[in-house]
């Protein structure tokens, strides 16, 4: 199994793993993916910590659907064609795998592990079962059936034999109690086979007949007794399988192998990080293929404008049971200063948003005096600042358009600075960066429509903001982003890597990060001027495991992100020639372009940086920001 080390999450009482579905339910804003999810077939859902894969895997339980009162509710729970079995990765669940004991030989360990699997497989299902004949507590009824006292006794008779578990009270509940009896006894069969041979483990395993039941068939024969005794005609159930990554590798290789193998009731939900060591699909004609066999549903934004709609239906969400202003996001927050107002856009000749006078014109003017490197890339373009809406509408959608955004992060930096200190890189007025990153696109941008982060970070705007409507000063909506992303790098900086990539003492992976901010800042602001500087890195083949490793860290608690094209594997096994770029909340704090830039490899940016100065390098990116 490759090392795998939790990520971390920021904004933790957001987390929907402590939430009951009813709870999930209250808040719940679909999403594309959501829809997606909710189709008859397998789904491989892909996403960093706090992107939201619990919640959605959580929102097709039947206690969520039934008292989900969102608009679109009705549409989309009748679409739904499938009964939900959630079975979650909890965390005494990885406690007894790492229980198992180092004496135990390999096929025990391998015996032991797919038992415990196997029965809270079960137990999922049997939760599932007890929900379907438990009375509806909500606005609608979903998969419900009534099942008496005769049937159950039928029902709990079929299950004791057909999961080989020990006679107990004859009804479902006997069967719950059962189960976590045999949770108990297996934890207790692990530790006395620490202490016997590997001959002798095999002998006592091989005595027992419940450690060798498959999970898929114990599921199926279950399903056959259900229809059996209810007759009800068979239906789809989808088991939704959460924080697969925390999965000993044995068991994810089953999960996806099952997905082209397995009864056609049974739909597979499976949700990761990104990055997983374990997972090689592909190699083998068996493996099942993204497409074909099932829906890759990724829960992040390589390009930021994806998720302004999701973004926006979670502001509305928010606001109307915060502070009840109906005005939509763009109002409250005003538009960012990398994007231009629509009412400046015009197929006037006269009116658009490069005449005289509109803040692009200003700024390219201004930019223009301070900057020399910017003032000679226009001379050499025949582009005069001063007459930029004289250019042709194609060629100023390729000149100018284009470095608007960069024009408008250089400019924050240089204004009020003499034009010698500009050029020198000397001169920087004391101001806050994160004033540049407010605005409504910039807000989508930084929290990378990640709901546990725009949750939190728009929860704390509304509880700062005046109880009025009109426009949230925008010094609110640049504390809030500081806060965040403040929170985000302490995060990380929590994160162990080895001593070859981090490079200097108790800065954990922000050490990488901060490495790669540092350069991008350089390239985008502090240097000459160019039209599309570098934005992104492609880790480079020669890279060994410490690298890759801590590369995956960063991806998957979403300090990266994967910038794949269209026909790329987005569940990644090997991060070696794959593109990246950093989080938008963290270029925040670096005063980067919210924008994905070209790519270099990422042994020549590490090759550029003095990793002796790192902490000097921190912390005048800070102090650039915050003085």
Not at 399 to 414: G, H, T
Request: net charge positive.
């Amino acid at each position: 199994m490759a090392e795998v080390v939790e990520a971390p999450s920021i904004f933790a009482s957001y987390n929907a793993r402590s939430l009951q579905p009813g709870e999930v339910a209250k808040s719940f804003v679909p999403s594309d993916s959501f829809e997606q999810l909710c189709g008859l077939r397998h789904a491989v859902i892909l996403g960093p910590r706090g992107s939201g894969k619990t919640t959605l895997l959580k929102m097709l339980q039947i206690p969520a659907l039934e008292v989900w009162a969102h608009a679109r509710a009705e549409e989309l729970v009748a679409g739904i064609d499938f009964i939900g079995v959630f079975v979650p990765f909890d965390r005494s669940w990885q406690a007894q795998f790492e229980a198992l004991g180092r004496n135990l030989s390999m096929p025990a360990r391998r015996t032991i592990t797919r038992a415990a699997f196997t029965t809270h497989v079960l137990r999922a299902l049997l939760s599932t079962l007890l929900s379907r004949v438990s009375p509806s507590q909500g606005i609608r009824q979903v998969w419900r059936h009534s099942l008496g006292p005769v049937d159950e006794r039928e029902l709990a008779k079929s299950l004791f034999r057909l999961w080989v578990l020990d006679s107990g009270p004859q009804s479902l509940l006997g069967i719950r109690l059962a189960l976590s009896q045999r949770l108990g006894e297996i934890g207790r069969l692990a530790g006395r086979l620490n202490f016997l041979g590997e001959r002798e483990q095999a002998k006592v395993l091989g005595e027992i007949d419940y450690l060798h039941l498959n999970f898929v068939d114990s599921v199926t024969v279950a399903l056959d007794a259900w229809e059996s005794v209810t007759q009800e005609p068979q239906r789809h159930w989808a088991l939704l399988f959460d924080e697969l990554e925390l999965a000993p590798e044995s068991i994810k290789l089953e999960l996806f192998q099952s997905i082209r193998s397995t009864d056609s009731r049974l739909l597979f939900k499976l949700a990761l990080s990104p990055y997983d060591g374990d997972i090689h699909l592909g190699q083998s004609p068996r493996d099942p293929q993204p497409s074909q066999d099932y829906d890759e549903i990724m829960l992040w934004f390589a390009e930021k404008r994806s998720g302004l709609a999701f973004c926006e239906a979670l502001w509305n969400s928010l606001a109307a049971s915060t502070d009840g202003i109906a005005d939509p996001p763009a109002k409250r927050l005003g538009r960012s200063l990398f994007e231009t107002e629509m009412a400046e856009w015009s197929t006037s000749e006269w009116r658009t948003a490069y005449r005289r006078g509109t803040r692009k014109e200003r700024s390219f003017r201004e930019l223009a005096r301070f900057d020399k490197s910017f003032r000679a890339y226009l001379h050499k373009r025949g582009i005069a600042p001063t007459a930029l809406q004289e250019i042709a509408g194609g060629s100023r959608a390729a000149e100018i358009r284009k470095i608007a955004p960069l024009v408008e992060a250089r400019l924050f930096f240089l204004r009020d600075v003499s034009a010698q200190e500009a050029i020198d890189g000397r001169g920087r007025r004391g101001r806050k960066t994160k004033t540049l990153y407010s605005g409504w696109e910039s807000l989508c941008a930084v929290t990378e429509g990640n709901p546990r982060v725009f949750i939190a970070t728009v929860r704390w705007i509304l509880s700062k903001a005046p109880k009025r409507e009109g426009l949230i000063p925008r010094a609110i909506q640049a504390d809030a982003i500081d806060r965040a992303s403040n929170r985000f790098r302490a995060m990380l900086r929590t994160v162990p890597v080895s001593d070859s990539v981090a490079r200097t003492k108790n800065r954990g992976l922000l050490s990488l990060l901060d490495a790669l901010g540092a350069y991008f800042r350089r390239k985008q602001i502090d240097d000459a001027f160019v039209p599309e500087p570098v934005g992104s890195f492609v880790v480079d083949s020669t890279y060994g495991d410490d690298m890759l490793r801590a590369v995956g860290q960063a991806l998957n608690t979403g300090a990266l992100i994967y910038v794949g094209s269209g026909g790329d594997e987005n569940v990644l096994s090997s991060l070696r020639g794959k593109r990246f770029r950093l989080s938008y909340l963290l270029a925040a704090h670096y005063g980067l372009v919210p924008r994905l830039g070209r790519s270099i490899s990422l042994r020549r940016i590490l090759s550029a940086i003095d990793f002796e100065s790192i902490d000097q390098i921190a912390l005048d990116l800070r102090l650039r920001s915050d003085s």
